[in-house]
DNA sequence: CTTTCTTGAAGGATGAATTCTTAGCCATGG
DNA sequence: CCATGGCTAAGAATTCATCCTTCAAGAAAG
């Protein structure tokens, strides 16, 4: 039986092509180009699988992962990301992923990865497992802390990234379907909770957690 | 006439969709996944186009194309990569190449791109042509936007930096001991020059040229 | 079974920033 | 020498952001 597959990327020629790689091993149901799509039609579509990429626009994968676990939790979730870090993966799985892939990966990975969720199974890509031994093998010299960011709630998070993407109050107020003081509200008390007093240190901090890219 | 095409990119899950993508237009001659098996393969194949990334193992995008413009010069080079910026776009078309597109471009792009290049035409992706006309009209003589910040005075760099500090205008005022109206005037000319339109963007440009740290 | 924390949601008043226009000053270089 | 580009600055209208305060539901702790 063949998979409904919803597909989550913001680079849309990679979008296109993928759709043409995921047309061998299923139906695609849909396309979405940023993380708050994604949940608005993983909710209408109920997929069977979702691809979907980490950094994405409005809402990140990992934090859009944790809203489709409980709205959608009959979707199974495959992460394909450039992001090769071990600590990208797990935390991943921790959001309710069922595989992780990386852009580096096989074409052929891609059509293991959904046999194997569709399965019910769980899926790792090799060139993961392998990072997770060489930085086993050689402990922390880069700067891999653990991340801080986990002490925001999920909304912080998300009112953080969309700070940072640029958008003023009023944008996020309407994107989130909040009232402006809200949105005020939850900056401040991310400030207040990080101690940064700006809108620029506020982006430089969700940068360095990677929740936006430069 | 179907172009022969020849693509590089080292994610090889994406040269599966890009060779998808790409089969609607022409013939796949080949893939590779590094910057060095593409100039031996360029060699062989001698095709009509080829496809390829800046950043691949071995010898990146660029130093490929300077290579590939003298020894196959009936091949046209179509840029498709993640970099957005100006500056390399202008390197691209420096190094040789007939068609600039970033993997956000959208899929029809690529057939354009394919067709224009076939016809001995370019092609620049409208998601940075703006930005990038600015730089290739004046290039031959004077190289002076070697890098987009070097496109900023000194006085605004100074402001741009402050901004990205997570000063205040006011603050910024007192510090350069000029009137807050100056201070806006520097940072919505900076604004618009970098076309950025938020203290976010303009705190993340000032990090991707270094001008303050995170 | 209340009390307390945490999280999410807002109102009102005030201070800050943005937009647009206009304009003076100074140095550099055809 | 005067045109150009860079830096300075003002006023008025408007929109935004911030500060302080209040409210409510659910979880956790007493």
Known sequence: ??????????????????????????????????GRALVEE????RPD???????????N????????????????LIFLTMHATPTYATEAFKAG?????IKRSAALELKQAIQAVMRGQHYMTPLITKDVLAATLHPPDAPMRQRPVTALTPRQREVLQLIAE???????????????KTVEFHKSRIMD??????TAELTKYAVAEGLVSL
């Open 1 to 34: 039986m063949r998979p409904r597959i919803l597909i989550a990327d913001d680079h849309s020629m990679i979008l296109a092509g993928l759709r043409k790689l995921v047309e061998a091993e299923g139906d695609v149901v849909g396309t979405v180009e940023d």
């Open 42 to 45: 993983a909710q209408k579509l």
């Open 49 to 59: 699988v979702i691809l979907l990429d980490i950094s994405m626009p409005l809402l």
């Open 61 to 76: 994968g990992l934090d859009a992962a944790r809203q489709l676990t409980k709205l959608v939790p009959d979707s199974k």
């Open 97 to 101: 992923a069922s595989a992780y892939l």
């Open 166 to 180: 640029g958008k003023g109050t009023k944008g996020i107020a309407t994107l989130l379907n909040i009232s402006v």
């Open 193 to 198: 909770e990080l101690d940064l007093h700006s």
